[in-house]
């Protein structure tokens, strides 16, 4: 197959005919003369003056800014002119306050300018990082090869992170490696798949797949809820369920998950992956999505893939959709639909209880409005890691509890006979949820959600954007001292 020169893969992106390059002068410095000839060579074969590509054009009619490198001038290496000239289009993309895409290729550091080069990396980092912090998209595609300071600067900050498929993605080069230490990198380690597998990057796809993944990520970020809708009803009039007869049913196999609630009752998804730093775990779920019109960043569990038990990666996975949520001023939703955590040596050793900690403490401080979903079994410490919110929706047969039942009757009673019972006593029900002023709103399930899943995930859906219309309207003091005080005064008989 033959690989796609840098313009042809920004024409693939782009729409026709709206690419407009950003052509910076930019002076050599005194070190190029070392290699004057090889840079002039470069030239002469790219027709352009660096190894990176600025421009602006339009992703689906959105303006949009993108930054490239090319690998045919010098291996996409950067030098002080390069590294000055991709700092200026990152900046001039936040100054115009548009989002920026980025493909980044090449090995990293130019050789031939040593560590002033080197240290170019500290600068675009920079760059990125102001144009992040005013809440502005950065999102990359990894191309073949993406290594060294490449890939550890601009090619590892995006808010999401996809790669060609097969691509050479890594920090030390395998020829670098052998140099060094006498035998072979390690096959397939340093291959994009299986990054993407360890949870480093979001996912793998072709580059004519990049231009639809792309918008319709910005389709989420880009949007905004401006009206407030009605208020939303009071929990509607249901009939006294025993507190058991709830925890049967949320632990059918068949009952819909997190995913089928995506499937049915959002659009514009984009699945991520993994916490960016080599750590996933199956059940859980952080993704873009849209309620009608209403934006966010999901997290939580999904039932049907929890064979593994869930454990601190699935909490820094939710940390990192909180990251997400700040940076992006997007409304978060956390959904609660899991057994409880792992209870292991290695859960210990990788810190849980640290984790549940900096969730909760990250959630109650997130400027951004949250709304946390309980939408089938809560136990445990990482269901209570994601219940803060503005506002807390539960389905009908939710619960939440410290323990399963069946454990609190161990401690209880030292047997799991009285299940059932401790059930009751301790409150887990959403109607016992709404009353302790846990809860605000509880979704009226059909007789039989896995045989009514689409309408069970609608009316969920339902729920989700009007509260998230409805915390968004709020001012961002007044939302974060009223979620603190909601748990402040939670239990306090006034």
């Not at 490696?177 to 993407?196: C, H, K, M, R, T």
């Not at 639809?212 to 009605?230: E, N, Y």
Request: aromatic content about 4%.
């Amino acid at each position: 197959m033959t690989r796609l020169t840098v313009d042809e893969m920004i024409s693939t992106i782009l729409d026709d005919g709206s690419i407009v390059p950003w052509n910076d002068e930019v002076p050599d410095p005194p070190l190029v003369e070392r290699y004057r000839d090889e840079l002039d060579a470069a030239r002469v074969k790219t027709g352009r003056t660096e190894s990176v590509v600025a421009c602006e054009g339009t992703l689906n009619g959105r303006r949009v800014a993108l930054v490239a490198g090319d690998p045919a001038f010098l291996g996409g290496s950067i030098g002080v002119a390069a590294g000055e000239l991709l700092t200026r289009a990152i900046e001039r993309a936040t100054a115009e306050r548009l989002p920026l895409i980025a493909l980044p290729v090449g090995g990293g550091t130019r050789m031939q300018e040593g560590t002033v080069a080197f240290l170019q990396m500290v600068k675009i980092t920079g760059a990125v990082m102001a144009h992040k912090e005013e809440h502005l998209p950065y999102l990359v595609y990894l191309r073949n090869p993406t290594m060294g300071g490449v890939f550890a600067s601009w090619g590892s900050l995006g808010h999401v992170t996809l790669a060609e498929p097969g691509a050479l993605v890594g920090f030390l080069g395998p020829r670098v490696y052998e140099a060094i230490y006498g035998a072979p990198f390690p096959p397939g380690v340093q291959l994009s798949d299986n990054l993407a597998e360890r949870g480093v990057i979001d996912a793998v796809c072709e580059v004519s797949e990049v231009a639809g993944a792309f918008d319709r990520m910005l389709r989420v970020v880009g949007q905004r809820v401006h009206s407030l809708p009605p208020p939303a009803p009071p929990s509607v009039d249901l009939p006294d369920v025993p507190a058991w007869d709830s925890v049967l049913r949320t632990r059918r196999d068949d009952r819909p998950g997190l995913r089928d609630l995506l499937e049915v009752a959002a659009s514009d998804v984009t699945m991520l992956n993994g916490t960016g730093d080599g750590e996933s775990h199956p059940g859980s779920v952080l993704a873009l999505a849209r309620w009608g019109d209403a934006p966010c960043v999901i997290v939580g569990q999904d039932r049907h893939d929890q064979g593994r038990p869930l454990d601190p990666a699935a909490l820094r996975e939710v940390r990192r959709g909180i990251r997400l949520a700040r940076e992006l001023k997007l409304p978060l939703i956390s959904v609660i639909d899991t057994p409880g955590a792992a209870l292991s040596k290695e859960a210990e050793e990788r810190g849980l209880a640290s984790e549940i900690a900096r969730t909760l403490s990250e959630l109650l401080t997130l400027p951004s409005p949250t709304v946390s979903l309980l939408m089938g079994q809560g136990t445990g410490g990482i269901a209570l890691a994601l219940t803060p919110a503005d506002r807390v929706v539960a389905a009908q047969h939710a619960f939440l509890a410290p323990l399963p039942p069946e454990g609190a009757s161990a401690i209880v009673f030292r047997d799991v006979e009285h299940a059932a019972e401790m059930a009751t006593a301790q409150g887990v029900r959403s109607a016992d949820l709404v009353a302790a002023g846990i809860v605000d709103r509880i979704v009226e399930e059909p007789e039989d959600p896995a045989q009514q899943r689409e309408e069970f995930c609608r009316r969920l859906g339902a729920a989700l954007h009007d509260e998230v219309a409805r915390v968004i309207t709020m001012a961002g003091r007044d939302r974060r001292a009223i979620r603190r005080n909601r748990y402040r005064k939670l239990g306090h008989l006034l």
